[in-house]
């Protein structure tokens, strides 16, 4: 055989190795798809780079297997060894965009050994040994944890195969039983906060993801999750200021501010990123009207003077800038708005440390790099190439398109005022202990000791607040049991943003 078919077969047998290793670990979408999005703006100065090494930076900090016997779960860090739903779901989604099939299967396998049975969803507080006791007991849920590991299942699908169908939807079943409720007098479809309690008389508005529900009907063929979708993005329109577009942290099932959380905090950060998911997807203009006002008055403000807390008409709560979740949220929801607006958004938020906030921070920034490289592609809707065999039944998304969002007309804005807000966070400042937004390797300069200064104040307040209403409802106590009254007396609707 001459030297060039010996190379020739060498090429041959290596190339029919390589599609062999693709086809047996099943992955369908390989990152970076770089597809972006049937609607809205992908900015031009974030790449699918960016978002790797974030995601890479986030992997070698907060993924860990310290549990043994194939586990993974996402390191929360107060106290260290522990981990919150919250984490778990936002873990889940990332390394299923990424293709990490080993790790997610781990994270999605440590989210089951500490499922209550009569639940079907996880604790929303736990550690290697199972629920966290010290936290009041860490078997109740959280409706924001949950919503993300329902959706990151539904993504496995599209990712990896048939083997994450049934978990899919049998989770999809708990979420809507154990999180979800129909409010009589509106008729709404609302979330709870957890299983403990809230829909009707509360519900947090960062916990709403209706482009989530819509792909979960999708992938159903439930029209539950669609009314759940409408009925969040009309709340959005009712809750909002007519000046800011800020909406509360809690409202009830008419859209009224619940209990004076007329303001905005870590939680509510995530909101315009929520809302942005829905239009990118599927063009909901309530989802644009939501993000652009929004986006408005940030950029009247200046994208690196808002800093971490408002009233919902505008006046400053916080006193910190560049927070990676604050700054991050604005940036995906600018991405409803224009070319011009998401660019100059995205070129500050891309100055920000990868771990400037701790998990919290470093989570959301994966997360919002990946929306905002083009790569937070919808499950269901077929992938560029158009070979992917779509999670939902052919046929039922036939009419979507994906297309980037570069070169559609810009709007012009205004120039942003001048701004004296502070930047950083006293140093003083320590880490509550049961605080949703927190996790610390070092207390240093930069974002993370701002998370725990606003959630110190945050958790007091939510304290109160979860006695008096657990005092009004014995009888929701005594449904739900000690363990999960327990849990929120002492700490779960304090926990910041988790």
Same mark, same amino acid.
């Given at each position: 055989?001459?030297?060039?078919?010996?190379?020739?077969?060498?090429?041959?047998?290596?190339?029919?190795?390589?599609?062999?290793?693709?086809? $047996?670990?099943?992955?369908?979408?390989?990152?970076?798809?770089?597809?972006?999005?049937?609607?809205?703006?992908?900015?031009?100065?974030?790449?699918?780079?960016?978002?790797?090494?974030?995601?890479?930076?986030?992997?070698?900090?907060?993924?860990?297997?310290?549990?043994?016997?194939?586990?993974?779960?996402?390191?929360?860090? $107060?106290?260290? !060894?522990?981990?919150?739903?919250?984490?778990?779901?936002?873990?889940?989604?990332?390394?299923?965009?990424?293709?990490?099939?080993? &790790?997610?299967?781990?994270?999605?396998?440590? %989210?089951?050994?500490?499922?209550?049975?009569?639940?079907?969803?996880?604790?929303?507080?736990?550690?290697?040994?199972?629920?966290?006791?010290?936290?009041?007991?860490?078997?109740?849920?959280?409706?924001?944890?949950?919503?993300?590991?329902?959706?990151?299942?539904?993504?496995?699908?599209?990712?990896?195969?048939?083997?994450?169908?049934?978990?899919? @939807?049998?989770?999809? !079943?708990?979420?809507?039983?154990?999180?979800?409720?129909?409010?009589?007098?509106?008729?709404?479809?609302?979330?709870?906060?957890?299983?403990?309690?809230? !829909?009707?008389?509360?519900?947090?508005?960062?916990?709403?993801?209706?482009?989530?529900?819509?792909?979960?009907?999708?992938?159903?063929?439930?029209?539950?999750?669609?009314?759940?979708?409408?009925?969040?993005?009309?709340?959005?329109?009712?809750?909002?200021?007519?000046?800011?577009?800020?909406?509360?942290?809690?409202?009830?099932?008419?859209?009224?501010?619940?209990?004076?959380?007329?303001?905005?905090?870590?939680?509510?950060?995530?909101?315009?990123?929520?809302? %942005?998911?829905?239009?990118?997807?599927?063009?909901?203009?309530?989802?644009? $009207?939501?993000?652009?006002?929004?986006?408005?008055?940030?950029?009247?403000?200046?994208?690196?003077?808002?800093?971490?807390?408002?009233?919902?008409?505008?006046?400053?709560?916080?006193?910190?800038?560049? &927070?990676?979740?604050?700054?991050?949220?604005?940036?995906?929801?600018?991405?409803?708005?224009?070319?011009?607006?998401?660019?100059?958004?995205?070129?500050?938020?891309?100055?920000?440390?990868?771990?400037?906030?701790?998990?919290?921070?470093?989570? @959301?920034?994966? @997360?919002?790099?990946?929306? @905002?490289?083009?790569?937070?592609?919808?499950?269901?809707?077929?992938?560029?190439?158009?070979?992917?065999?779509?999670?939902?039944?052919?046929?039922?998304?036939?009419?979507?398109?994906?297309?980037?969002?570069?070169?559609?007309?810009?709007?012009? &804005?205004?120039? %942003?005022?001048?701004?004296?807000?502070?930047?950083?966070?006293?140093?003083?400042?320590?880490?509550?202990?049961?605080?949703?937004?927190?996790?610390?390797?070092?207390?240093?300069?930069?974002?993370?000791?701002?998370?725990?200064?606003?959630?110190?104040?945050?958790?007091?307040?939510?304290?109160?607040?979860?006695?008096?209403?657990?005092?009004?409802?014995?009888?929701?106590?005594?449904?739900?049991?000690?363990?999960?009254?327990?849990?929120?007396?002492?700490? $779960?609707?304090?926990? !910041?943003?988790?």
């Amino acid at each position: 055989m001459s030297f060039l078919c010996r190379i020739t077969a060498f090429a041959c047998a290596l190339l029919t190795g390589l599609l062999w290793s693709r086809v $047996s670990f099943g992955q369908r979408r390989p990152f970076p798809q770089n597809g972006g999005y049937a609607h809205g703006f992908v900015p031009s100065n974030i790449s699918a780079k960016d978002a790797l090494s974030s995601y890479t930076a986030w992997k070698a900090k907060y993924l860990k297997n310290d549990c043994g016997d194939g586990y993974y779960r996402v390191e929360f860090g $107060s106290p260290r !060894g522990t981990t919150v739903s919250e984490g778990q779901g936002y873990g889940m989604v990332l390394t299923v965009y990424f293709g990490d099939k080993t &790790q997610f299967d781990g994270l999605w396998k440590f %989210a089951r050994k500490n499922t209550r049975p009569d639940l079907g969803l996880m604790g929303w507080k736990v550690n290697c040994g199972g629920f966290d006791k010290y936290e009041g007991g860490g078997g109740g849920t959280a409706t924001d944890g949950d919503t993300d590991i329902g959706f990151a299942l539904v993504a496995a699908v599209d990712q990896w195969g048939d083997e994450y169908r049934q978990p899919a @939807l049998e989770y999809l !079943g708990n979420l809507k039983r154990v999180d979800f409720t129909t409010c009589k007098a509106s008729g709404r479809v609302m979330s709870t906060a957890g299983n403990w309690g809230g !829909g009707c008389d509360f519900s947090n508005t960062s916990y709403f993801m209706p482009g989530y529900y819509r792909v979960f009907a999708q992938f159903s063929g439930d029209p539950f999750w669609t009314k759940a979708a409408d009925d969040a993005e009309a709340l959005y329109l009712l809750s909002r200021d007519p000046s800011t577009g800020l909406m509360p942290n809690e409202v009830d099932e008419r859209g009224a501010p619940h209990d004076n959380e007329v303001y905005v905090d870590y939680n509510g950060c995530r909101t315009p990123w929520r809302a %942005a998911a829905d239009y990118l997807w599927y063009g909901t203009p309530e989802a644009k $009207s939501a993000d652009d006002k929004m986006t408005e008055w940030v950029d009247s403000i200046g994208i690196g003077k808002v800093v971490d807390g408002y009233f919902i008409d505008g006046r400053p709560k916080g006193k910190y800038t560049q &927070q990676n979740p604050w700054v991050g949220g604005w940036t995906c929801g600018a991405m409803t708005k224009s070319q011009e607006i998401v660019n100059r958004f995205a070129a500050d938020f891309k100055s920000i440390d990868d771990d400037e906030g701790g998990y919290y921070g470093s989570s @959301l920034r994966s @997360l919002y790099l990946l929306m @905002l490289s083009g790569n937070f592609w919808r499950p269901g809707n077929p992938a560029p190439g158009g070979d992917l065999r779509s999670s939902m039944d052919a046929g039922m998304d036939a009419g979507a398109t994906i297309r980037p969002g570069e070169g559609v007309p810009v709007r012009k &804005q205004t120039e %942003a005022p001048a701004d004296t807000a502070q930047s950083g966070p006293p140093t003083s400042a320590l880490p509550p202990k049961g605080c949703g937004a927190c996790s610390y390797g070092s207390q240093r300069s930069g974002p993370a000791g701002a998370v725990a200064f606003s959630a110190m104040v945050a958790l007091a307040l939510r304290r109160k607040r979860s006695r008096r209403r657990l005092a009004r409802s014995p009888s929701s106590r005594d449904e739900i049991g000690d363990d999960a009254g327990n849990r929120r007396e002492d700490a $779960s609707d304090d926990r !910041g943003a988790e």
